[in-house]
């Protein structure tokens, strides 16, 4: 017997509020706090589904501050 994945289906608003969703940690300390890019983006999915929105694009950063710039911050300014 073979086990089935289960599906989530979503629906999709008419007119739906398109957004992005930029996630980011500096620190491993952040990580270990509950600010993990995971824990990040379950709050960010949850959100999108309570407003009815439909995410476009997802950006991750995992850099510290200590460095100059953040690279998927720009990529999603560039999106």
């Known amino acids: 017997m073979t086990r ?9 608003p008419r007119n739906p509020q398109l957004c992005v969703k930029y996630l980011r940690v500096s620190s491993k ?5 509950g600010f993990s890019i ?5 709050i960010l999915d949850d959100y999108e ?16 501050a200590k460095q100059s710039g953040r690279t998927a911050f720009g990529e999603m300014l560039n999106f």
């Open 4 to 12: 089935r994945k289960k599906r989530t289906i979503r629906k999709v």
């Open 29 to 33: 300390e952040q990580e270990r706090e």
């Open 38 to 42: 995971p824990a990040q983006q379950k």
């Open 49 to 64: 589904v309570r407003q009815g929105m439909v995410c476009q694009a997802t950006f991750e950063d995992i850099e510290t």
